[in-house]
């Protein structure tokens, strides 16, 4: 049995929905007749303006801000859906940070600050274990369904061999664990949901684009193909998947 069954009236909530991965995430679930309900968060309107002007013809979605790094912020989020509805099926971290002005991917030690560390951590990692905490009872029904987080190949400690990138690949690899420790406990307290983390390849977005220059046209995937991609992955789930850590084409990446 698939871990996302076909059955109509599902839910689904995408966190950090304003541009790139996560906009394409939900511009796909609004094709999807499967879903008659689909939640998207943002943290700034000034950057939320393709998801905030769909809202305007698409009355089955619901746009919610929220900062990931405020926890009271992320039970408020959820409480406005649970006074909607008492089951999720289908909710996917989107939200990461690779770079941000003066923030920028480590190439040395030399450049590693405990500050710039943290806000890798807070924003990869402690969001997406908050937001599985306070998702909990929205999980607990007898519907198949999947927490996914969007992680990266460089959270991969045993494929790491170029180095660099200390803060984002130490987030990812937390978050790697965070999500693992979060299935295994799922398992005993919402059964029925399939907890996954998912390496959407390289895609074109505004995390990636200063970093595009040697990547070749056909390893550069557009928003639709990824979510595509990932989509076919999470459908293909079971709850033997569960706690593990997958690839754009299914196939799993080594911790
Ligand atoms: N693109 C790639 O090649 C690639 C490769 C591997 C993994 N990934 C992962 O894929 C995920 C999506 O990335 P993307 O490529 O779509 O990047 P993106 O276009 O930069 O989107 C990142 C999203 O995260 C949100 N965000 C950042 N900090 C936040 C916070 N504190 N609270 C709430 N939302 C916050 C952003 O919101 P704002 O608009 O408010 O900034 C935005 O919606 C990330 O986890 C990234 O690490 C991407």
Same mark, same amino acid.
């Given at each position: 049995?698939?871990?996302?069954? @076909?059955?109509?009236?599902?839910?689904?909530?995408?966190?950090?929905?304003?541009?790139? $991965?996560?906009?394409?995430?939900?511009?796909?679930?609004?094709?999807?007749?499967?879903?008659? #309900?689909?939640?998207?968060?943002? #943290? #700034?309107?000034?950057?939320?303006?393709?998801?905030?002007?769909?809202?305007?013809?698409?009355? /089955? &979605?619901?746009?919610?801000?929220? +900062?990931? @790094?405020?926890?009271?912020?992320?039970?408020?989020? $959820?409480?406005?859906?649970?006074?909607?509805?008492?089951?999720?099926? /289908?909710?996917?971290?989107?939200?990461?940070?690779? *770079? +941000?002005?003066?923030?920028?991917?480590?190439?040395? &030690?030399?450049?590693?600050?405990?500050?710039? &560390?943290? /806000?890798?951590?807070?924003?990869?990692?402690?969001?997406?274990?908050?937001?599985?905490? *306070?998702?909990?009872?929205?999980?607990? *029904?007898?519907? =198949?369904?999947?927490?996914?987080?969007?992680?990266?190949k460089?959270?991969?400690?045993?494929?790491?061999?170029l180095?660099?990138?200390?803060?984002? /690949?130490?987030?990812?690899?937390?978050?790697?664990?965070?999500?693992?420790? @979060?299935?295994?406990?799922?398992?005993? #307290?919402? =059964?029925?949901?399939?907890?996954?983390?998912? *390496?959407p390849g390289t895609t074109d977005?505004?995390?990636s684009a =200063?970093f595009q220059r040697g990547v070749p046209p056909e390893k550069l995937f557009s928003?639709?193909r990824t979510?595509?991609?990932?989509?076919?992955?999470?459908?293909? &789930? @079971?709850?033997? +998947?569960?706690?593990?850590?997958?690839s754009w084409d299914?196939?799993?990446?080594?911790?």
């Amino acid at each position: 049995m698939t871990a996302i069954s @076909t059955e109509m009236c599902q839910t689904a909530l995408v966190v950090g929905a304003s541009q790139g $991965i996560g906009l394409g995430f939900v511009r796909q679930l609004l094709q999807d007749d499967r879903f008659e #309900r689909v939640y998207g968060t943002y #943290r #700034r309107p000034e950057s939320a303006q393709g998801l905030l002007a769909l809202t305007a013809r698409q009355p /089955r &979605l619901t746009c919610l801000p929220m +900062d990931v @790094t405020d926890e009271d912020a992320i039970a408020a989020m $959820i409480g406005q859906i649970q006074a909607h509805t008492l089951r999720l099926h /289908r909710a996917v971290y989107c939200v990461g940070v690779l *770079h +941000d002005g003066e923030f920028q991917p480590e190439k040395s &030690l030399r450049q590693v600050t405990g500050e710039n &560390l943290l /806000r890798s951590f807070q924003t990869n990692a402690v969001g997406a274990a908050l937001l599985a905490k *306070h998702l909990m009872p929205l999980f607990k *029904h007898d519907q =198949p369904s999947v927490l996914a987080a969007i992680s990266a190949k460089v959270g991969s400690i045993g494929d790491n061999r170029l180095g660099g990138w200390y803060g984002y /690949r130490a987030s990812k690899a937390a978050l790697n664990m965070l999500m693992k420790t @979060t299935a295994l406990e799922y398992a005993r #307290r919402c =059964p029925q949901t399939t907890v996954a983390l998912l *390496h959407p390849g390289t895609t074109d977005t505004r995390l990636s684009a =200063p970093f595009q220059r040697g990547v070749p046209p056909e390893k550069l995937f557009s928003v639709e193909r990824t979510v595509a991609q990932l989509m076919t992955v999470m459908d293909g &789930l @079971t709850l033997a +998947d569960s706690g593990e850590f997958f690839s754009w084409d299914g196939t799993r990446l080594p911790w």
